[in-house]
Nanobody
Framework: QAQLVESGGGLVQAGGSLRLACVAS????????MAWHRQAPGKRRELVAS???????VYDDSVKGRFTISRDNTKNTGYLQMNNLKPEDTAVYSC??????????????????WGKGTLVTVST
C-alpha cells in the first residue's frame, strides 16, 4: 500500500504564489500519472492539472500560464507551482496518482490513490 500527503496550502494575497507538494510514501515501483484537483464550496471538483508518464501535461484553461505541474520520481513527489493567484483559486486542492506499490502480501498492485487535500485561500 501507499499513501499521498499534500502540503503547502495556506493563506495568500491575490497575486502571490504557493507551491503545493504531494509526497507518495510506501514501496513504490512506478508512478504512472499525477494530477491535482480542487473543490471550492458549492462547486464540483474539477481537474486543475495532470502530468502523465510521457511528460505530457494538461491544464484547465483557468490556470494556464499561471500554474505548473511537475514531478520528481526520485523523490516520489509531485508539485503544483501556483503563481499570480486569484481569489477564485480558493479551494481545497487534492492530489491523486496512479501508483504501482507493494501491498502487505508482498505483491505489487497498480491502483489510484488520493490525498486528503490542502486548503488554499486567496484573499482580495
Amino acid at each position: 500500500q501507499a499513501q499521498l500527503v499534500e502540503s503547502g496550502g495556506g493563506l495568500v494575497q491575490a497575486g502571490g504564489s504557493l507551491r503545493l507538494a504531494c509526497v507518495a510514501s510506501g514501496t513504490i515501483s512506478r508512478i504512472n500519472h499525477m494530477a491535482w484537483h480542487r473543490q471550492a464550496p458549492g462547486k464540483r471538483r474539477e481537474l486543475v492539472a495532470s502530468i502523465h508518464s510521457s511528460g505530457l501535461t494538461v491544464y484547465d484553461d483557468s490556470v494556464k500560464g499561471r500554474f505548473t505541474i511537475s514531478r520528481d520520481n526520485t523523490k516520489n513527489t509531485g508539485y503544483l507551482q501556483m503563481n499570480n493567484l486569484k481569489p477564485e483559486d480558493t479551494a481545497v486542492y487534492s492530489c491523486d496518482a496512479e501508483l504501482t506499490a507493494r501491498y502487505g502480501d508482498g505483491h505489487y498492485y497498480t491502483r489510484g490513490y488520493w490525498g486528503k487535500g490542502t486548503l488554499v485561500t486567496v484573499s482580495t
